[in-house]
């Protein structure tokens, strides 16, 4: 069975930081592509940044500068370092590990930015 949970989500001020993380099992991270992406209240879920097999990071334009994307294989686990954060930023954070077919999301962490 194929788990991925998020953790690191929280309330932080605009200008502040949050480190968040993505723990799977069932799957070896190593091989897939994996991303994370946001849904804020009535919109879509969009990507913000991930990292394939092989590849470098790929990021949204609204998060280039600010969030670094990074991985341990050894731990199975991904992780977004999100800087210079901002209101808009305010999102439920989802955690995705698509390779081929399989497509897997975790249940989400919310990231509210308020002063």
């Known amino acids: 069975q194929v788990q991925l949970v998020e953790s690191g989500g929280g309330l932080v001020q605009p200008g502040g930081s949050l480190n968040l993380s993505c723990a799977a099992s069932g799957i070896m991270t190593s091989i897939y592509t994996m991303g994370w992406y946001r849904q804020a209240p009535g919109k879509q879920r969009d990507l913000v940044a991930a990292?394939?097999?092989?590849?470098?990071?790929n990021y949204a334009d609204s998060v280039k500068g600010r969030f670094t994307v990074s991985r341990d294989n050894a731990k199975n686990t991904v992780y977004l370092q999100m800087n210079s954060l901002r209101a808009e930023d305010t999102a439920v954070y989802y955690c995705n590990a698509h390779l081929g077919r399989n497509n897997y999301w975790g249940q989400g962490t919310q990231v509210t930015v308020s002063s």
């Open positions: 990292v394939a097999f092989g590849l470098g990071p």
